[in-house]
């Protein structure tokens, strides 16, 4: 790319799952009979390869349930593209021996009790199944993190104590939490699941205290908050990301549909400058984003949820509950050495619990 910036790719393979989680941003269940085939995959990476690409994030619906996934991993690693790879744990065994294909591989957990999180998910077993991959990936040091989802069920100190502990048991090397976003199947769960204000402000601060400074933190209004750094302003949404959706479509933000065209007849660079990625890099501050002191390094939050909520990218952050004219912690614009695909890829709260076992230099 012209501007040089590091860019990692999101690729929603398929829209096949396994599961019916309550909260699905991309309502995944039945597959998309205009997914892109595999011979379409392999060009579509030799693009990635040829714009300067350096990782890519399967996730989406459940990646691994396409008997060609492998294949395609197998793929992406020759061309030496990173990858990583978001899963609900339960088709793990499809992966399991080729580990040495991927970067890092994130593992769902929503609750540390089993039937709690078999109901978010829609599934008995799952949590069971999700334990026993992220157990998998730290025994054979598979660089890893368990994901969960922040909802209103989950977001109280004790739940997210209970949480934290289990990611320590476990022994993996990272807990990432996406803050939930009405979209897909969570728009008819909204009422349920939907943070107000006050609780993401209180899930933060709990979560602050098992924060170290290291790494990025991608999440702008957790960092205006309590401090972090950061590669490029914003959430990384169209700046140094963007999603592939499984027929080719491309948006910039993996919460969103709008798509900015088709990877299978248009240049990477032609979609980066189309209409649709312009706005989000080119927010225009609105409401009390006009006289925030954190706004130079926030750029009004989760460009995402704000296009959910007002239908345009410039915030405020529905969520933010900050005074513009309180006192900010310092933040700083900085990539570590061994940064992950996550830190550059999405909107998300990243708490690294140990050094990154297979951290690229």
């Not at 400074?213 to 991608?218: A, D, H, I, S, V």
Request: hydrophobic share 30%; with cysteine.
């Amino acid at each position: 790319m012209t501007d040089k910036k590091i860019l990692v790719a999101g690729w929603s393979l398929t829209k096949a799952c396994n599961l019916n989680c309550v909260h699905c941003y991309n309502a995944s269940g039945k597959r998309d009979p205009r997914e892109l085939n595999l011979e379409q995959c392999f060009k579509i990476v030799d693009k990635l390869k040829e714009s300067g690409i350096v990782a890519v994030n399967f996730g989406g619906g459940e990646c691994a349930l396409r008997p060609d996934f492998i294949d395609l991993c197998k793929y992406i690693n020759k061309k030496e593209i990173i990858i990583s790879y978001t899963t609900n744990g339960t088709t793990f065994n499809k992966i399991e021996n080729h580990l040495n294909l991927f970067h890092d591989v994130g593992v769902s957990i929503d609750f540390v009790d089993a039937e709690k999180h078999d109901w978010f998910r829609g599934k008995k077993g799952t949590f069971e199944q999700a334990k026993r991959a992220l157990g998998v990936l730290v025994d054979k040091k598979i660089g890893n993190e368990m994901v969960t989802c922040l909802t209103k069920l989950n977001c109280s100190e004790g739940e997210l104590q209970k949480l934290y502990s289990l990611t320590k048991e476990i022994g993996a090397d990272s807990w990432r939490l996406n803050r939930f976003r009405a979209n897909g199947r969570g728009i008819d769960n909204k009422q349920d699941l939907a943070l107000s204000k006050d609780e993401l402000k209180k899930a933060y601060t709990f979560l602050n205290n098992f924060r170290e400074e290291r790494g990025l933190t991608p999440e702008p209004i957790f960092r205006a908050a309590f401090g972090g750094n950061y590669y490029l302003p914003g959430d990384p949404s169209g700046f140094t990301a963007f999603r592939i959706q499984p027929d080719g479509e491309v948006s910039p933000s993996v919460f969103l549909s709008e798509s900015g065209g088709n990877i299978k007849n248009c240049s990477l660079e032609k979609i980066m400058d189309s209409d649709i990625f312009r706005k989000i890099r080119n927010r225009n501050p609105e409401g009390k984003c006009k006289s925030c002191n954190a706004y130079y390094h926030c750029l009004g939050g989760d460009a995402g949820a704000s296009y959910l909520e007002y239908g345009h990218f410039n915030g405020p952050d529905p969520l933010c509950w900050l005074n513009p004219n309180s006192e900010k912690p310092l933040v700083e614009q900085r990539l570590n050495h061994n940064w992950n695909v996550h830190e550059l890829y999405l909107c998300t709260l990243y708490i690294k619990l140990w050094e990154n076992k297979n951290g690229h230099k």
